[in-house]
């Protein structure tokens, strides 16, 4: 049950995001939120959420602009699939290893596949012989206000 997620709602019933079911209690605890639909059963004093709403509106415009940190997730958003073999991106490569001071960079990392990956293991993809298919860089989102 610690392992289960809660969503919470805004003020105004929009989905914001789901939490763990120890920071949803703890929204409880502070009575940031209410508890808008049950699961069952009870957490000490209050019954499991399911669903929780936040009392006060929370602004979020936050929540539509793209963030342009580079992480293994976005990584793989970017390129959508091997940049060596164009299947299913399944992990990330570190272009220069990191073993060899490479580091997760935009244009240092690139969606691959496992089989890719692995084939390609401690070296660069020219030692490797294989062939990039994509051009790693950042990239440009537009930004919604």
Same mark, same amino acid.
């Given at each position: 049950?610690?392992?289960?997620?809660?969503?919470?709602?805004?003020? &105004?019933?929009?989905?914001?995001?789901?939490? &763990?079911?120890?920071?949803?209690?703890?929204?409880?605890?502070?009575?940031?939120?209410?508890? $808008?639909? $049950?699961?069952?059963? &009870?957490?000490? !004093?209050?019954?499991?959420?399911?669903?929780?709403?936040?009392?006060?509106?929370?602004?979020?415009?936050?929540?539509?602009?793209?963030?342009?940190?580079?992480?293994? &997730?976005?990584?793989?958003?970017?390129?959508?699939?091997?940049?060596?073999?164009?299947?299913?991106?399944?992990?990330?490569?570190?272009?220069?290893?990191?073993?060899?001071?490479?580091?997760?960079?935009?244009?240092?990392?690139?969606?691959?596949?496992?089989?890719?990956?692995?084939?390609?293991?401690?070296?660069?993809?020219?030692?490797?012989?294989?062939?990039?298919?994509?051009? !790693?860089?950042? !990239?440009?989102?537009?930004?919604?206000?």
């Amino acid at each position: 049950m610690t392992d289960a997620y809660v969503l919470v709602l805004n003020a &105004s019933y929009e989905p914001l995001q789901r939490v &763990s079911m120890r920071h949803a209690i703890k929204m409880l605890v502070r009575e940031v939120a209410v508890i $808008e639909e $049950e699961a069952g059963g &009870s957490f000490g !004093p209050f019954p499991v959420p399911k669903v929780l709403r936040l009392v006060r509106y929370v602004v979020t415009r936050w929540m539509h602009r793209r963030s342009t940190l580079c992480t293994k &997730s976005a990584i793989k958003a970017r390129d959508q699939m091997c940049a060596y073999c164009g299947g299913k991106a399944e992990t990330v490569d570190h272009i220069v290893p990191r073993s060899r001071g490479g580091t997760l960079t935009w244009e240092n990392a690139v969606a691959a596949c496992i089989r890719c990956n692995h084939r390609k293991a401690n070296r660069t993809p020219t030692e490797a012989g294989m062939t990039l298919l994509v051009v !790693p860089a950042q !990239p440009r989102y537009v930004v919604r206000d």
